[in-house]
């Protein structure tokens, strides 16, 4: 994208020396400045993909102004306005561009941002929790074997909680 950016900057400060008449220079502001619009839009789905990511809240503001400055700067070429404002504001689109994509190479090759196959371990319960489920097994165990004298309806629930809880 810096490249593209470069690219249009070069074109603006040709169509001076040119010696285009009226229409001619109508019609390459009006291409020169729908590319500044792809460029931006290109740099909106950028900022979308990044949304969210440590990479995205790092540069996301710098993307949101060099998106103001290409609006500011399509603007400007669509009502022929070729003002050294607007060459030194493309100057700086490009050279924010160039920055944002060095950042974002230099995120892909961070050596911190490796992955790792996952690694399987077993795992023990603690001791004292192993001895409770013991103590909680014996005492259903009593109440099970220890005939209750109830009447059928509640000896059906116990029966009925008995079931749900194994």
Do not use: C, H
């Amino acid at each position: 994208m810096g490249e593209q950016q470069k690219e249009l900057n070069k074109k603006i400060q040709g169509l001076g020396s040119q010696g285009m008449n009226g229409k001619q220079m109508s019609e390459e502001l009006a291409k020169i400045a729908n590319e500044q619009a792809k460029l931006r839009k290109q740099i909106k789905d950028i900022q979308d993909q990044m949304n969210g990511t440590e990479l995205g809240k790092k540069i996301g503001d710098n993307l949101q102004d060099l998106q103001k400055k290409m609006d500011a700067s399509e603007n400007d070429l669509v009502n022929k306005r070729i003002t050294p404002e607007l060459m030194r504001r493309q100057k700086e689109i490009e050279t924010r561009l160039l920055e944002a994509e060095k950042a974002i190479k230099e995120q892909e090759l961070d050596p911190k941002r490796k992955s790792n196959t996952g690694v399987t371990f077993s795992r023990v319960s603690p001791p004292d929790l192993e001895k409770f489920k013991k103590e909680k097994e014996k005492q259903v165990e009593l109440l099970r074997t220890t005939p209750p004298n109830f009447t059928p309806f509640y000896k059906k629930q116990t029966d009925n909680y008995f079931k749900k809880i194994n």
